[in-house]
């Protein structure tokens, strides 16, 4: 009896604990109830088909999912390796995303990356949908191979974008770009392999100013590898509000960028050809970092430069540089260009304190490269090395050829001291007469040293001439 009890007891007990591990397990699968906008949270940092994949959560997870505020549509995403084997799958999903997500109102983010060369309708249809519901930030990239997506104009004038990237996508400037731009919220853009085309190509070099023109609030620009036409003849970039600008392989003769604001600036070519001739700096009171790398590049000139300004250069076919700022401005060239035919550096310094001049030095070291340097000072103080600051210091420009200096205030009887610190200053260089700042002699150009070259030739020539005759005279 005794023992009977024990079994009982024991499968009783044993239909308990199955009771007890099935009641956990179903509670361990059970989806713990969320708010509506935690479960947006997490489903915005998902691609958009693993957040399809939200209704064999809950019915709550179903009907959010097409209603979350970011939609990321990349075909190229590992993750996304199992559904985008085949263009058709991918097209399909498209299709079937869009007719979901009809029903929202408004969306933050559309990102849609893509072969676009059989999709253009569909994502047209997205970036309707997008522009309808007012988006914040549009990333449009054609991953195709010569396969242009055309951009619709109506992008251009959306108020409510904040930030607008656009890869390997075309612009029609005549159908867009002539007309208003309007994007007075925009923040951010970054253009790539933007190609701009029309019938008449001189009408391609204005977009990208009219571009930028029409974005009061733009702080971040980034163009690369845009094709800008064959007739850009000078790219201008003028900005009050923009901060951050970078460019990279975009061919022009010229580049101005006039941006009072702008604090980093970083240009980058490989391009050895002269497609490149003068980069102009002009009004850029608060820049702090520059990078420049162009081999091509002949002429830059940086004016307002702050102290705070550090610059890089690998320009190693320069042939005229021009600055204009504070002289505690770092300037490093990577490689000393070996052709610097001028370099013409006004200081904005008043005050000769012992920093200054230790500032001076290291900055005029920068372009003992240079066959002449051009110093605009305020006043000869500014050029008057202490002697005993001259026995401790190596001198600048041991290796430059002229040096021309230009004085706000009258020299005064100071010259019996200046002499020797210019001397100092450049021990091999040729002391042109002192001008005043008013006076600068713009008209020498860059190609001095070959007018030279030039007329020594003649002054042969004039030899040989002479020689002719004298033989003619002797034959008579």
Same mark, same amino acid.
């Given at each position: ?8 007891k ?40 693993l ?38 799958? *991918?097209?399909? *999903? ?16 559309l ?18 949908f ?23 104009y ?28 309007s ?7 970054s253009?790539?392999?933007?190609e701009?085309?029309?019938d008449?190509?001189d009408?391609?070099? +204005? ?13 971040q620009?980034?163009?690369?590898k ?25 061919h ?24 490149h ?48 700022g504070y ?16 370099a013409?550096?006004?200081? +904005? ?9 230790s ?33 401790e ?30 001397? +100092? ?52």
């Amino acid at each position: 009896m005794s023992r009977r009890f024990k079994t009982l007891k024991s499968s009783e007990n044993d239909r308990n604990r199955q009771t007890a591990a099935t009641s956990d397990a179903t509670s361990a699968t059970t989806i713990p109830y969320l708010p509506d906008n935690v479960i947006e949270k997490i489903l915005s940092f998902l691609p958009i088909n693993l957040a399809a994949q939200a209704n064999t959560v809950s019915k709550q997870w179903a009907a959010l999912w097409p209603s979350f505020p970011v939609i990321d549509l990349d075909e190229a995403d590992p993750i996304n390796c199992e559904l985008y084997i085949e263009p058709g799958r *991918f097209l399909s *999903f498209l299709h079937y995303s869009l007719r979901r997500c009809g029903d929202q109102r408004l969306l933050d983010k559309l990102r849609i990356r893509a072969n676009l060369r059989y999709g253009d309708v569909l994502v047209s249809e997205w970036v309707d949908f997008a522009i309808e519901r007012c988006v914040k930030e549009l990333d449009v990239r054609d991953l195709g191979e010569n396969s242009y997506y055309l951009i619709a104009y109506n992008v251009l004038t959306l108020k409510s974008l904040i930030s607008l990237n656009l890869e390997n996508v075309r612009v029609y400037a005549s159908s867009g770009i002539n007309g208003p731009v309007s994007l007075p919220l925009l923040k951010t853009m970054s253009l790539t392999e933007l190609e701009v085309f029309d019938d008449q190509e001189d009408r391609a070099i +204005w977009t990208i100013p009219r571009l930028i023109s029409g974005c009061p609030s733009l702080e971040q620009l980034s163009i690369k590898k845009c094709k800008l036409g064959y007739s850009t003849m000078e790219l201008e970039i003028s900005s009050y509000s923009l901060k951050s600008l970078e460019i990279m392989h975009c061919h022009s003769m010229n580049f101005e960028v006039k941006a009072k604001n702008l604090e980093s600036f970083t240009f980058y070519s490989d391009c050895t050809c002269p497609n490149h001739n003068t980069m102009y700096l002009w009004e850029c009171d608060n820049l702090k970092h520059v990078d420049i790398s162009c081999a091509g590049l002949k002429q830059l000139l940086l004016h307002t430069c702050l102290e705070t300004m550090v610059s890089t250069f690998y320009t190693p076919n320069l042939e005229a540089f021009e600055f204009s700022g504070y002289l505690k401005a770092k300037v490093h060239f990577v490689d000393a260009p070996s052709k610097l035919v001028k370099a013409t550096i006004r200081v +904005w310094e008043t005050s000769w304190t012992i920093e200054y001049y230790s500032a001076m030095r290291d900055f005029l070291g920068s372009f003992n490269c240079s066959k002449k340097v051009k110093l605009h000072i305020e006043d000869a103080e500014g050029v008057i090395i202490p002697e005993h600051r001259r026995t401790e210091w190596s001198p600048p420009l041991p290796s430059i050829k002229q040096l021309q200096l230009y004085f706000s205030a009258p020299l005064g009887d100071r010259e019996y001291c200046l002499r020797p610190s210019l001397i +100092w200053m450049a021990p091999s260089a040729e002391i042109l007469p002192f001008l005043d700042n008013d006076d600068d002699d713009d008209d020498d150009d860059i190609d001095d040293e070959d007018d030279d070259d030039n007329d020594d030739d003649d002054g042969n020539d004039d030899d040989d001439d002479d020689d002719d005759d004298d033989d003619d005279d002797n034959e008579d």
